[in-house]
């Protein structure tokens, strides 16, 4: 049984900084490609960033340069560092562990959640 635990989540002024944390319990993490997503209100919700077993990572255009996802096998612990927030990176922030296909994103667990709110 996975679980994914997040954590990290609060609130901060435009321009700040988080880091979330994902811990996963009851799986072999460092066999799974895992994935941040992110859902704001009333939007569906988005792929933030993805990381492979190997640590090759990718991320949606809007956060390029600005987030940084990592993850520590020994730990299994997946991470967001979050800098020059915006206002509109204010979500739900979701952990997942995920299969990379050629065309498509599977998602096989999700975590619960962590709320980021950023104020202007």
């Known amino acids: 049984q996975v679980q994914l635990v997040e954590s990290g989540g609060g609130l901060v002024q435009a321009g700040g900084s988080l880091r979330l944390s994902c811990a996963d319990s009851?799986?072999?993490?460092?066999?799974?490609?895992m994935a941040w997503y992110r859902q704001a209100p009333g939007k569906q919700r988005e792929m933030v960033a993805t990381?492979?077993?190997?640590?090759?990572?990718n991320y949606v255009d809007s956060v390029k340069g600005r987030f940084t996802v990592s993850r520590d096998n020994a730990k299994k612990t997946l991470y967001l560092q979050m800098n020059s927030l915006k206002p509109e990176d204010t979500a739900i922030y979701y952990c997942?562990?995920?299969?990379?296909?050629?065309?498509?994103?599977?998602?096989?667990?999700w975590g619960q959640g962590t709320q980021v709110t950023v104020s202007s």
């Open positions: 009851g799986y072999i993490f460092s066999l799974n490609a």
């Open positions: 997942a562990v995920v299969r990379i296909m050629v065309n498509k994103v599977v998602v096989d667990y």
């Open positions: 990381c492979t077993t190997r640590g090759l990572k």
